[in-house]
């Protein structure tokens, strides 16, 4: 089991967090197991972008502290330009 310990975002300028965050299959604390990871990435990947407001969506793991599976994950976003 790994435990999310921090998640952070980079990229949205326009988008609140809260409206990223809320698509998420996962939050700040949670633990989940190691082999439902990757899926559990991916699903949160495609759920972010099924919101149209962005172009790419990336969640990589910016830090794994073996010792007690503590993760922090970073999203890397680009926000989808629209015109008025």
């Given at each position: 089991m790994i435990f999310i310990e921090?998640?952070?975002?980079?990229g949205n300028q326009r988008t609140r967090?809260?409206?990223i965050l809320r698509e998420l299959k996962f939050r700040r604390?949670?633990?989940i197991p190691v082999s439902q990871l990757e899926k559990i990435l991916?699903?949160?990947e495609e759920l972010?972008?099924?919101t149209g407001l962005f172009n790419s969506a990336n969640i990589t793991i910016k830090n794994w502290r073996g010792a007690d599976n503590h993760v922090h994950l970073?999203?890397?976003l680009a926000e989808a330009w629209y015109i008025y």
């Open positions: 921090q998640i952070s975002m980079e967090d809260a409206i604390g949670d633990t991916e699903e949160s972010v972008m099924n970073h999203l890397i």
